[in-house]
């Protein structure tokens, strides 16, 4: 309730496109321009000075106008304008910004930081030459003081020592026309290159940056190169040029000339920095991989005497604190979060060469690696970690997988020592390069140099010759670069390579007899091979195990001679090498079963359909194959083709399909699947923003700015559940006041349930910690915990933890980066299982509990018994709770949807939704609806009940319903917006948990039944068991307006009481419900005892007459049939009162009713 203390009257001006004319003034005078929008009449000024290097200069006011005058071209259009003719020398910079007033004293700058950074102009007389782009950068005088001796003294209060990465303001002027203010520009280089003095006209290496409100081309930041002034032209674009010939992204770079104030327009190479604009290009969502620059590390004295050391791989000290590694490995992304955890985990594997293959596969991409280093090796970049110096270049773990490469940078001196090896020695950097998996695709690599881009490509010819072609202003000299290709080919095939994996023959080994039905083979190849493959087999998994072995797994063999044809091939798929290995097999082989399953995960909501393709399953002697499926729990199996199956089921649960395959010589193979049916309500795919309802954080809060010691985020990865520990504690599961976090969900009263999640490894992938599913149960009055998980990146572990005594339950070896996991509760055992592959389960333990205990909570958790940064990553997390059905999923059915109904020209609105209890208790409808625009707005049910095999309907006009259809049908509620489309749409039926009792899609276009699509029939489900997705699960009614209130069955299609036995004996149409068009159906006909075919035999009261108090009633019958006669006062149904009860001796019966009521009585007759 109190007044907001920052209300002014009026909204400040506002300010924008503020830019001066020309770019650059030959000595002409300047017009500036700003546009202001006003709610009143402001005051326009711009402040201007000349540039000096006293700070504390007056400024001097021009009046800015819109009024067509002084320069002004329009008046009243919002631009105004003021014009400086008082700075006109040749070399004067002017500083100057713009202040608008307004009436009510609100002020508003632009540029926004002035006048502490203005925009500025300078006035230069010298053309710069068009041959290249062109960038200036105008600077003030005290910024080329401060960029020089004078900044590292008392005039600047010591501020900008001689390593200084302080940005200073300035203009940027793109081919002296594109103008940006308030850009940003420093001096760059290590400390063995950079000067302590700066003029403009040396242009050294550069740093720029343009505001984020206007980029430059898109960049954020670039650096200017000096190697074209130094002889070094090319040494860097070559390097980047084989890095992209071999797949590896690389800095995109351009020649320029550069401007510094007036100064002279240098030849300069404008470079692509190893920042965001970098990995935004390269890797989509790029900027949040780890970037870490890498450098030497430095002491320094007061008089800039220096001490360094490289840079490496090695554990400093056996620390595990990120200062002691920040200096050399620098973070350029994702700073704040001042997270080493990944990097820790890098040195202390590879630096203390403890890792297996499968471990550093999950970290670093090998191909990257070696292709970096390889090409650096090869123009002898002795600068940089690979070789001797650990500097000049970038260590990234990308976003995308999570995987190390480094990044190259600075390969200025280089093509020296043609006889310089590829790998150097620095600690850990043989560590990975020597093992002989990765020696194999360095040697590739090498190979792929020497045979395709150095000595003797035609490629790399026209590639300088293009070069000088499109660079006539900066000199180049091919044949210094060729002559040292030339002379590095001996020593790389001869010292790298070698002669004995060079000359290595491309071979497969393996027995020549077999009996068994899968083999694995092994074989040799040289460094020309990237990949070897088995013609016609994609399914055998190759893999390098040395420079020249390699071995061939998962072969499948038919019955006889199986001829493999085995072809080495290069990395673009080329043919390198050749072989064909010959082995028989003895006996018939057994079908090899491929099932392919949407969805793939084979996690499938309930009442969802899960399809199963075993189309690519096939015989080794190729013949045909014959499917048997099998599914347990109730679930219904349909079979479009024989190999490929739908299923549909009635419940959440753990389901097994089954699948026999048999091939015509009577062998057969089985295969299972494990099916996890879930509710929705209690599946969490981690993809909102927030976390629903019902979870319980406990030691762990939602992400912020000031995260405390673990947080989680559902924005770090999209679909995901990011759980970051940080190194403040240890956070062990064995104390009395435990600290871990953990994400909860309750179970109480839950008994048989399942658990199940998806987690990855984030960051570190060894380490102290365990990761995954959690569950607390309540056993003889004591609380004791289960957790089954991820440990320390080689196992799977379950284990028990009651108090502070942990109990190990059970381990296996575990390789991979991921893991699918479950705990099932059943009866008195809990097991503890993991997935090797969709569908397939593997038992990891079995624990025994007592039969009454109870489940209090589970979910998911991590946990590290020391201080350790480790970030997991969860994709889903799902509670299968078998008994969790609601009687609404289970039984309550959309049976008929009138979304067209036919135009009566009466302007009725006749659309409804029929619903139906298919099941044999009432169901409760509170909280039950239809989603907002599926179809309509949305409708939620409340205070009502559907009882056992009742019919209703929702509609959009009740009493136009009514009107035509009569007050005998229930009217559940209508839609108060929308309506059912025309076309078809989505319809979404959620119950009260919002789990989903039907999500459909029907169309008014075929194989649907179109005569739906207002021609006068509405839409009628088939079986309520079956897909509603599936357009032959309807059919439209035969009865036009549909037949609301009554659910028709397959075995009577026009619903007419008939099924079609009873159509044929009776002779009736079986598609039409009034054969005779008498008016009664066929069924009621036949039951009452009239002819169905005989427009005159009808059923009906055909006379009511009163005399006193007597009413004699007379009606059509049957001789040998029983007949009620019932009397009403107001035609509800519960008023009816039985008369009496004759049987029929003649074609007409009489029967009378006494009354000495004195009203309206109503009469009807009921036939047994």
Not at 76 to 100: K, M, N, P, R, W
Not at 151 to 178: D, V, W
């Amino acid at each position: 309730g109190s007044s907001n203390s920052a209300l002014i009257p009026s909204a400040a001006p506002a300010l924008s496109g503020l830019i001066h004319n020309p770019a650059v003034p030959r000595g002409n005078p300047v017009q500036v321009t700003v546009r202001v929008s006003s709610s009143d009449a402001p005051t326009v000024n711009l402040r201007h000075r000349l540039d000096s290097a006293n700070p504390d200069t007056a400024w001097d006011t021009t009046q800015m106008v819109d009024d067509g005058s002084n320069g002004d071209n329009v008046a009243g259009d919002g631009i105004y304008t003021a014009t400086l003719a008082e700075y006109t020398s040749d070399g004067v910079i002017a500083q100057f910004y713009v202040e608008a007033e307004s009436a009510g004293g609100e002020i508003t700058v632009m540029p926004s930081p002035a006048p502490e950074r203005p925009a500025m102009f300078i006035v230069d007389t010298t053309a710069v030459p068009r041959d290249l782009r062109s960038q200036r950068f105008v600077i003030s005088a005290r910024t080329v003081q401060a960029l020089g001796n004078a900044g590292q003294g008392s005039a600047f209060n010591y501020a900008f020592p001689r390593l200084s990465n302080q940005f200073f303001n300035a203009t940027f002027i793109g081919n002296e026309r594109h103008i940006i203010y308030n850009a940003e520009f420093r001096k760059a280089g290590s400390p063995w290159q950079r000067s302590d003095s700066f003029s403009t006209s040396q242009g050294k290496t550069l740093k720029w940056k343009s505001p984020r409100d206007k980029r430059y081309r898109g960049w954020a930041r670039r650096t200017i190169d000096d190697d074209p002034a130094v002889g070094r032209s090319h040494n860097n674009r070559l390097v980047r040029y084989w890095l992209y010939l071999l797949g590896h992204p690389s800095s995109e770079h351009e020649f320029t000339r550069i401007v510094i104030n007036n100064g002279p327009a240098m030849i300069r190479e404008d470079v692509e920095t190893n920042a965001n604009d970098f990995l935004k290009r390269n890797w989509d969502q790029g900027e949040k991989g780890e970037l870490y620059r890498i450098d030497d590390e430095w002491w320094f004295d007061d008089g800039w005497s220096r001490t360094q050391r490289n840079a490496d791989w090695g554990v400093d000290g056996r620390s595990v604190e990120p200062n002691m590694y920040h200096a050399e490995w620098m973070k350029r992304s994702r700073e704040d979060e001042y997270d080493y955890g990944s990097f820790l985990n890098w040195v202390f594997s590879v630096g203390q060469n403890r890792f297996t293959r499968e471990e550093i596969e999950r970290m670093a991409d090998i191909d990257m690696m070696a292709v970096n280093a390889v090409v650096r090796g090869w123009v002898d970049d002795w600068d940089t970690l690979t070789r001797n110096r650990g500097k000049n270049g970038y260590f990234l773990r990308r976003h995308s997988d999570g995987k190390w490469m480094l990044l190259q940078w600075d390969s200025d001196l280089t093509y020296g020592n043609t006889s310089a090896p590829f790998i150097g020695g620095l600690t850990g950097v043989p560590n990975f390069f020597r093992k002989p998996y990765v020696e194999q695709r360095v040697n590739y690599y090498i190979g792929e140099m020497v045979e395709k881009y150095t000595s003797g490509s035609e490629r790399l010819e026209t590639w300088f010759d293009l070069e000088a072609r499109s660079n006539r202003r900066v000199s180049i000299s091919p044949n210094r670069y060729l002559n040292f290709n030339n002379s590095r080919v001996n020593y790389a095939m001869n010292s790298e390579i070698g002669s004995a994996v060079a000359n290595t023959r491309f071979s497969v080994n393996g027995p020549s007899n077999t009996a068994a039905d899968i083999i694995d083979l092994s074989g040799t190849s040289n460094h020309r091979a990237f990949d070897v493959r088995v013609v016609g087999r994609p399914d055998v998994e190759i893999q390098f195990a040395g420079q020249t072995e390699w071995s061939a797994s998962g072969i499948y063999l038919r019955e006889g001679r199986n001829e493999l044809e085995f072809q080495a091939l290069d990395s673009e798929g080329l043919v390198v090498g050749t072989d064909v290995f010959v082995i028989n097999k003895a006996g018939d082989a057994p079908p090899v079963v491929h099932l392919d399953s949407s969805p793939s995960s084979l996690n499938v909501p309930v009442h969802s359909t899960l399809v199963v393709d075993g189309g690519a399953s096939f015989d080794p002697e190729a013949t045909d194959l014959t499917y048997r499926w099998e599914v347990d729990g109730g679930a219904v199996l349909e079979n479009s083709s024989p190999e490929t199956v739908s299923v549909r089921f009635p419940r959440p649960g753990l389901y097994v399909l089954s699948a026999t395959v048999e091939d015509e010589d009577a062998s057969e193979t089985v295969t299972t699947r494990e099916i996890t049916v879930y509710s929705e309500s209690e599946w969490h795919p981690f993809s909102d923003q927030t976390l629903g309802e019902g979870w319980v954080e406990e030691n762990v809060e939602v992400r912020h700015d000031y995260s405390g010691s673990a947080w989680y985020s559902l924005n770090d990865r999209p679909g995901e559940l990011t759980l970051k520990l940080n190194d403040d504690s240890a956070k062990s599961m064995r104390t009395l006041n435990p600290q871990y976090p953990v994400l909860w969900r309750d179970l109480t009263g839950v008994e048989d349930v399942l658990l199940q999640t998806d987690l990855s490894l984030s960051t570190i992938q060894q380490g102290g910690f365990i990761a995954g599913l959690i569950l607390r149960v309540t056993e003889e009055g004591q609380e004791v915990t289960y957790a089954l998980g991820m440990e320390n990146g080689d196992f799977l572990r379950a284990r028990k933890i009651v108090g502070t005594t942990e109990t190990r339950l059970g381990s296996v070896n575990w390789a991979e980066g991921a893991a699918v996991v479950r705990i099932r509760r059943v009866g008195s055992s809990l097991h503890f299982e993991y997935r090797s592959s969709p569908g397939t389960w593997e038992s990891l333990h079995s624990e025994g509990i007592d039969t009454e205990a109870t489940l209090g909570r589970g979910g998911i958790f991590a946990s590290t018994p020391s201080a350790l940064m480790a970030r997991f990553e969860f994709d889903y997390f799902v509670v299968v709770d078998p008994s969790s059905a609601s009687p609404a999923v289970e039984d309550l059915r959309i049976t008929e949807v009138m979304y067209h109904p036919l135009d009566l020209g009466i302007g009725y609105d006749l659309e409804f939704i029929e619903l139906a209890n298919t099941g044999g208790s009432a169901i409760d409808l509170s909280g039950i609806r239809f989603e907002t625009g599926n179809p309509f707005s949305e409708l939620v049910l409340d205070g009502l009940t559907l009882a056992a095999g009742e019919i209703a309907v929702v509609t959009a006009n009740p009493s136009d319903f009514s009107a035509i259809y009569g007050e005998g049908i229930r009217i559940l509620a209508s839609w108060s917006d929308g309506g059912i489309n025309n076309g078809g749409e989505s319809i979404v039926l959620v119950d009260a948990q919002g789990d989903i009792i039907h999500d459909f899609e029907f169309s008014d276009d075929l194989p649907w039944p179109v005569e739906a699509d207002g021609e006068g029939s509405s839409l009628e489900v088939i079986d309520t068991n079956g897909n509603y997705n599936d357009p032959f699960n309807w059919r439209a009614s035969l009865a036009l307006g549909g037949t609301p209130g009554i659910v028709t069955s397959e075995a009577d299609l026009d619903n007419d009481g008939l099924d079609d036995v009873g159509e044929a004996l009776a002779g009736t149409d079986p598609r039409n419900p009034d054969s005779d068009g008498d008016g009664a159906l066929d069924g009621s006909e036949v039951n009452a005892g009239t002819d169905p075919l005989d427009l005159l035999s009808v059923f009906k009261l055909t006379q009511v007459t009163r005399a006193g108090d007597t009413t004699r009633a007379s009606w059509s019958s049957v001789p040998g049939r029983s007949y009620t006669l019932q009397v009403s006062p107001d035609l509800t149904e519960k008023s009816w009162v039985d008369v009496g009860t004759v049987e029929a001796s003649r074609s007409i019966t009489v029967l009378p009713h006494v009354s000495t009521e004195n009203r309206d009585l109503y009469y009807r007759v009921v036939v047994e």
